[in-house]
């Protein structure tokens, strides 16, 4: 048997090698490696897609978040809220500018942050007290401002922004998206990137639009902070980069990169169908064959997920034990994610314990993403169902109503 790639980006680049290579040449010819041409044609195209006012490269996803709280004032001791369940570097955003992460728990259904816990997390931090809403132990929140909300579209899929803004408005106090595994979703009607104050995406090179390199964008309605982001990522510039009126960073997306982007990006929507047709593949085989011992993905009414990753719950059985046998018959798996975020070593500093954030904590002993690109075969998919099917009856089941 051929093996099967986790995400196969080979497939993809066989299929717009002349056109990247194309791009890529162009950049050369040119020699404009920074800011060039291609960056801000990029910029004005992904504008354009997301109905959003501005766009602004960056060098990552994780530059992009930072620029966003930046952009926004966040500042030392300042409370931001986010999720638990999702990459790392969410909160270590917050973390870096000295301010406070104070984790909300997700929804069991959609990975995504609860609107309820939301509202109840911002009242304990406004009150200090972790009766109505569990806090950090061991940084005191008393007095804190609360500056704002990020919210996660995990595995693709956009989080209530109906709610969640409604939520954050109430409070006077910012939402920004993370974006990063959502560019090409929607949310009724609206597109992901367009939610909140400020959205970031990211083009690593796994992400539904993805570079070959580090690269991410911010995206904002406002003509201000679109001003104070495009400054941040030139070292705080002002008129020229040898004016520097606030200290930034250097958090530019590469020109060759904007090139390889505008070839993927033609083909987008493309793959966007097929990522749902794949989608939809797995969850009839998932049906047919591993019934009610696998949780297929739940996408609400009104919602459209770019499927970054097509995540299962397993009901009864260990992730990591499946993981591994499947592993024994060739076939990769990942868990997104294992550990979550309050109980990382990096967040020990903040105090929160085992049963903090319930639900959180219950998903990453759950959740298993099989192999997935637009460009996974009919036969692949069946493979990989009939591998989870054996591994399913081959492991022994978690003992029920473990405390
Ligand atoms: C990938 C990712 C990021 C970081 O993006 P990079 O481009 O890798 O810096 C941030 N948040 C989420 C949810 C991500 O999946």
Redesign the pocket.
């Known amino acids: 048997m051929t093996s099967i790639p986790f995400t196969d980006l080979q497939a993809q680049y066989r299929s717009i090698q002349a056109a990247v290579e194309t791009g890529i040449r162009r950049v050369l010819d040119h020699g404009h490696y920074i800011l060039g041409p291609e960056v801000a044609e990029l910029e004005r195209r992904l504008a354009a897609f997301v109905g959003s006012r501005h766009a602004i490269a960056c060098s990552?996803?994780?530059?992009?978040?930072l620029v966003a709280l930046m952009a926004l004032g966040v500042k030392r001791g300042d409370v931001v809220l986010t999720t638990p369940f999702?990459?790392?570097?969410?909160a270590e955003v917050i973390a870096l500018l000295d301010a406070i992460p104070v984790f909300v728990d997700v929804e069991q259904g959609s990975f995504n942050m609860d609107p309820g816990a939301l509202e109840r997390a911002i009242e304990a931090v406004r009150l200090a007290d972790r009766s109505v809403y569990p806090l950090p132990r061991a940084v005191d929140v008393a007095g804190r401002k609360t500056a704002g909300a990020i919210a996660?579209?995990?595995f693709g899929l956009p989080a209530d922004y109906e709610s969640l803004s409604a939520v954050c408005r109430n409070s006077g106090i910012f939402l920004v998206e993370?974006a990063?595994?959502s560019f090409g979703a929607q949310f009724r009607g609206r597109k992901a990137c367009s939610f909140g104050e400020m959205a970031?995406t990211?083009?690593?090179p796994a992400?539904p639009l993805g570079c070959y390199g580090?690269?991410?964008m911010v995206f904002t309605e406002s003509d201000r902070l679109a001003d104070l982001v495009r400054s941040l990522v030139v070292h705080g510039k002002g008129t020229d980069k040898y004016d520097n009126l606030r200290i930034g960073l250097n958090g530019r997306l590469d020109t060759l990169q904007a090139a390889i982007l505008l070839a993927k990006f033609a083909v987008f929507e493309q793959e966007a169908a097929e990522r749902q047709k794949r989608a939809e593949t797995y969850t009839r085989l998932l049906r047919q064959h591993c019934g009610t011992n696998v949780l297929t993905p739940e996408v609400p009414a009104g919602l459209v997920s770019i499927w970054?990753q097509y995540t299962i719950r397993l009901r009864d059985h260990s992730n990591l034990a499946l993981q591994q046998q499947m592993q024994r018959t060739g076939i990769p798996t990942a868990i997104y994610y294992p550990r979550p975020l309050h109980l990382q070593t990096a967040f020990g500093y903040l105090g929160y314990r085992e049963g903090d954030l319930p639900v959180a904590e219950q998903l990453s002993r759950e959740v298993l993403s099989l192999p997935f690109s637009p460009y996974i075969q009919d036969d692949q998919q069946e493979a990989v169902i009939r591998a989870l099917a054996e591994a399913l009856a081959a492991t022994p089941q978690r003992t029920a109503t473990c405390p």
């Open positions: 990552s996803g994780t530059d992009a978040l999702t990459f790392f570097a969410t996660v579209d995990l993370d990063a595994q970031a990211s083009f690593f992400k580090d690269g991410g970054a």
